[in-house]
């Protein structure tokens, strides 16, 4: 089993920047790659980025915006998100999966709770 929490959500206006995290507890979390969803209201949950070892995934709506990293002696993921746009406003999950750079959320395993992102214009 994998535990994972995320936190550092918050408002922000447009333009602005906001870094969530993601701590993971349980097993080995270096084993695991990991993903970041979001999920508006009414909206199904949209990927955003993943993680793996040394490689890293991210949808093309966040590209040159965001970034993900991770800290494994820290146990803990990251996403910078920088630009941000009213339409980045969501509950961001992120997820723990064996599955490699996943885009679709039913293939990762844990998830977090989620950190509610909401950007002003």
């Known amino acids: 089993q994998v535990q994972l929490v995320e936190s550092g959500g918050g408002l922000v206006q447009a333009g602005g920047s906001l870094r969530i995290s993601c701590a993971a507890s349980g097993r080995t979390f270096s084993h695991y790659a990991m993903g970041w969803f979001r999920q508006a209201p009414g909206k199904e949950r949209d990927f955003v980025a993943a993680?793996?070892?040394?490689?890293?995934n991210l949808a093309d709506s966040v590209k040159g915006r965001f970034t993900i990293s991770r800290d494994n002696s820290k146990n803990t993921g990251y996403l910078e998100m920088n630009g941000l746009k009213p339409e980045d406003t969501a509950v961001y999950y992120c997820a723990a999966g064996v599955r490699g750079l996943a885009v679709r959320a039913g293939l990762y395993d844990y998830w977090g709770q989620g950190t509610q992102v909401t950007v002003s214009s």
């Open positions: 993680i793996g070892r040394d490689s890293t």
